[in-house]
């Protein structure tokens, strides 16, 4: 298994006691860690098959520590690599060779609640879940979910612009930020956003939203909190085969309602979570949709009803609709832990990301069963399938040879048809180093060196977080004009006045 990263730098591979003395001076404590075997718990991420343990690691607690850092780093010509909780899919925390790992598990305190403006301010270690935790006393939530909400950071999210079942309705993360406080690579501490949904100015959140430890590191984010809506009610729904479920979803927005959640599992993730939590799931369909809606108890009733219609019509052959709360957790409990229920059929499991336009499900779906015959390779289905948002979980052993090479093969050419169907290579666990060489597939030459000058203009030097998103790495200084797109027209010349 090899993956082309940048070659260490032996100059500074050379100075790491230097760098371990310089951090120790601004972090004092047990905060800077050097040691080979307590260095090994940050060697991955959640994208496991990559593993690479760090230089040195640096817990800041501050945000003058993390500027003091990243002064420092920048002076020195040293790569930075932030982290969060390690849970990406991506490997976007993967460390480098020759690089400082910044962790940001200190940053774990909820800094203010303000319910008249709806907000919460965070530091960016706090987990998503905490957020909540924070404020449902009160009757408020915080809208995105991603299945790992238990512990991944509202930093990572950020970063990855994360989503979950929730996000059909209410927004990613991107929809749910309001402000961040973030450090770029030469220390200088700028705020973006604030507390309005729209503040003046170039939308420089937007872009450090879903921007992958690429531009700077967060330390300080507000995010949108809403009311409990005052009900809500999950459906099951069952069809003999995935095309029906597939024109359900497409029939059912289509219809103008959009559901606080409409997931979809075939058959083998069926079966897979209802062995694992019994949630209730019926094992004799090829489909099957959870979907919720919520809202005032009258609206969800006549919401419930049109949406049971739609799906008799699409040839639905089992309708449960839950009958309390408890009843509705249990829908869900199989969905959210569908991913470690899989975990369970096959040594290892690699999950892909990507997201096509939600009438094409099916044919997705019918492409993927040939890539399976393909490859050898069983694949279970989980969805967002509101936003066309697909897993593939392809099963593989990585014990036996040249099975995870099979493995990502497959999972390439599943992204590659998400790209022909007019989709994205990603619709929640971002680029990072699983996805960054198909990049090409989707954006031209320009596109992409438009993007790193993005980069360049918030780290000139290009050492935060090299090697993740752009497969090809530029010096700034290259990032010359190419041509202009063909076709294109240039500007006009302004009237002078
Ligand atoms: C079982 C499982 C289920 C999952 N389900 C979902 C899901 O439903 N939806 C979803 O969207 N994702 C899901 N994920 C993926 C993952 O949890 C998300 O991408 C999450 O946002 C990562 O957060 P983290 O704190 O673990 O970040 P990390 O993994 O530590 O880092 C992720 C990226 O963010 C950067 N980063 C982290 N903190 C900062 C910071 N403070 N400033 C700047 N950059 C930073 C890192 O450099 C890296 O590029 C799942 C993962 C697992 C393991």
Known sequence: MSLRMPE?????????????????????????????????????????????????????????QVSAILAWCHAEGVKVVPRGSGTSLSGGALPLADAVLVGMAKFNRVLGIDYADRLVVVQPGVTNLAVTRAVEERGFYYAPDPSSQIA?????????????????????????????????????????????????????LGLVVGSEGLLGIVT??????????EGARALLIGFPDVEGAGKCVA???????????MEMMDRPAIHAAEAFVKAGYPLDVEALLVVELDGVSAECDHLIEKVAAIARADGSTTLRLSRDEAERTAFWAGRKAAFPA?????????????????????????????L?????????????????????????DAN????????????????????????????????????????????SEIDLRQQQRLKCAFDPKSLLNPGKM????????????????????????????
Do not use: W
């Open 220 to 229: 300080e984010v507000t995010v949108r909190i809403l009311p409990r809506p």
């Open 342 to 370: 899989i975990g369970r059929l096959a040594p290892d499991y690699y999950c892909m990301d990507g997201t096509i336009p939600r009438r094409r499900l099916p044919e997705m779906l019918e492409h993927m069963r040939a």
């Open 400 to 443: 036996i040879p040249g099975e995870l090479d099979r493995a990502e093969a497959f999972g390439d050419d599943i992204l590659r048809h998400c790209v022909a169907l007019g989709g994205v290579l990603t619709g929640e666990h971002g680029v990072g180093v699983e996805k960054r060489d198909l990049m090409p597939v989707m954006f």
């Open 8 to 64: 260490p730098d032996t100059a500074i591979l050379r100075r790491r006691p230097d760098i371990v003395r310089a951090l120790r001076a601004i972090v004092p404590g047990d905060s800077v860690i050097d040691d080979v075997d307590a260095l090994r718990p940050y060697e991955s991420d959640g994208l496991t098959a990559y593993r690479q343990p760090p230089m040195v690691v640096v817990l800041p607690e501050t945000t003058a």
């Open 470 to 497: 752009f497969p090809t790495l530029h010096r700034c200084a290259e990032l010359g004009r190419l041509h202009v797109h063909q076709g294109a027209t240039p500007f006009p010349d302004l009237p002078r006045f």
């Open 251 to 261: 029939d059912v927005i289509a219809a103008g309602i959009i559901p606080a959640g």
């Open 372 to 396: 399976s015959r393909r490859y050898g390779l069983d694949v279970a289905n989980v969805f967002h399938a509101g936003d066309g948002n697909l897993h593939p979980l392809i099963l593989y």
């Open 152 to 204: 991944c950071s509202i930093g990572g999210n950020v970063a990855e612009n994360s989503g979950g079942v929730h996000c059909l309705k209410y927004g990613l993360t991107t929809n749910n930020v309001l402000g961040v406080e973030i450090v770029l690579m030469d220390g200088e501490v700028v705020r973006l956003g604030g507390r309005q949904l729209d503040p003046a100015g170039l939308d420089l």
